[in-house]
């Protein structure tokens, strides 16, 4: 996965903001996911260092922007090293 871009469901599940790829396809499909401002229909969008991510969270929203993409599903605080709250 060194590459410069990654599956949108594949990387909310790297960066630990979903608990599983089929939780994050679920977000996706309700189109609760909005990549640069954008709904995301399909799983299979591919986003890329520098894009923004806006998903649900409890009752609000969490915005970030992807400063690189993961490697791997790591630890959290190598996960969040990936991405800064906007």
């Known amino acids: 996965m060194a590459g ?4 949108i469901d594949k990387l909310l599940w790297h960066l630990r ?3 599983s790829r089929s939780l994050a396809q679920a977000l996706i499909a309700e189109g609760h996911v909005r ?7 399909k799983p299979s969008v591919e986003a890329k260092a520098g894009d923004s991510i806006t998903l649900p969270r409890g009752e609000g929203a969490l915005a970030i922007r ?3 993409i ?3 599903r790591g630890p959290a605080t190598e996960a ?4 800064d709250e906007i």
């Open 17 to 19: 903001l979903s608990k």
């Open 4 to 7: 410069d871009a990654l599956r």
């Open 80 to 83: 969040q090293a990936c991405y």
């Open 66 to 68: 992807l400063l690189s």
């Open 70 to 72: 993961p490697q791997r």
């Open 35 to 41: 990549l640069n401002g954008i709904r995301v229909e």
